[in-house]
């Protein structure tokens, strides 16, 4: 048995025989609607940490937004969420409960003079005092923004933006003996302690 796997390609009319658009001139119509559409391309993205609060003003990531450029690896959340489940009889279903955040990662290549690693260290004791205790949110919080650009019209708004309210989780480095020409990266971990905090 044979199936037509392009029903609504190349039928006859009923009426008067003649055949439609052929596959070919369809697929290219397709084609041609889905490159208007153009891309985005995944190098082209913009790194921004902000010290909205002004905890650390000297801080060298705060104070040089250039450091941001330094990002070679980063993750965009778009949202997440848990859910809970439950059977009707012998059916699944399930639904949504709330929404959900929780860390990021980025790569930063470190600078000559280590502002990668000063500035988590110091953004890190913002939050840990001497004696044990530990700060509000408010006195060690940041805002991190990461966005795609068009690289076609690289001066309008991007179009892919999430911000979120965050503070350091943990940073390390790899030191290697074998690495004699190779740049130090270092892993970033941000928690976002308010993640919804700039979608209201």
């Known amino acids: 048995?044979?199936?037509?796997?392009?029903?609504?390609?190349?039928?006859?009319?009923?009426?008067?025989?003649?055949?439609?658009?052929?596959?070919?001139?369809?697929?290219?119509?397709?084609?041609?609607?889905?490159?208007?559409?153009?891309?985005?391309?995944?190098?082209?993205?913009?790194?921004?940490?902000?010290?909205?609060?002004?905890?650390?003003?000297?801080?060298?990531?705060?104070?040089?937004?250039?450091?941001?450029?330094?990002?070679?690896?980063?993750?965009?959340?778009f949202g997440s969420s848990e859910a809970e489940n439950y059977h009707a009889g012998a059916l699944p279903a399930g639904y949504l409960t709330v929404k959900t955040g929780d860390d990021t990662d980025m790569t930063f290549i470190e600078t000559g003079n280590g502002d990668i690693f000063k500035s988590y260290r110091a953004c890190h004791e913002l939050a840990f005092n001497k004696d044990g205790t530990v700060n509000e949110p408010r006195k060690y919080a940041f805002k991190l923004t990461v966005a795609m650009i068009n690289h076609k019209h690289p001066d309008k708004p991007?179009?892919?933006?999430?911000?979120?309210?965050v503070a350091v989780k943990s940073g390390s480095a790899e030191p290697n003996s074998a690495g004699r020409s190779e740049i130090v990266k270092e892993q970033i971990t941000f928690q976002k302690v308010r993640p919804l905090m700039f979608e209201r």
């Not at 190349?10 to 559409?37: E, W």
């Not at 991007?158 to 309210?165: E, F, G, N």
């Open 1 to 77: 048995m044979r199936y037509n796997l392009m029903p609504s390609f190349a039928q006859p009319d009923s009426n008067t025989g003649v055949s439609f658009t052929s596959p070919l001139q369809s697929l290219k119509k397709i084609y041609g609607k889905v490159k208007a559409h153009d891309v985005l391309l995944q190098c082209m993205y913009i790194v921004k940490i902000e010290d909205i609060f002004n905890n650390g003003p000297n801080i060298p990531w705060f104070k040089d937004p250039s450091l941001g450029y330094l990002v070679t690896d980063a993750n965009i959340s």
């Open 158 to 165: 991007p179009p892919i933006t999430r911000s979120w309210l």
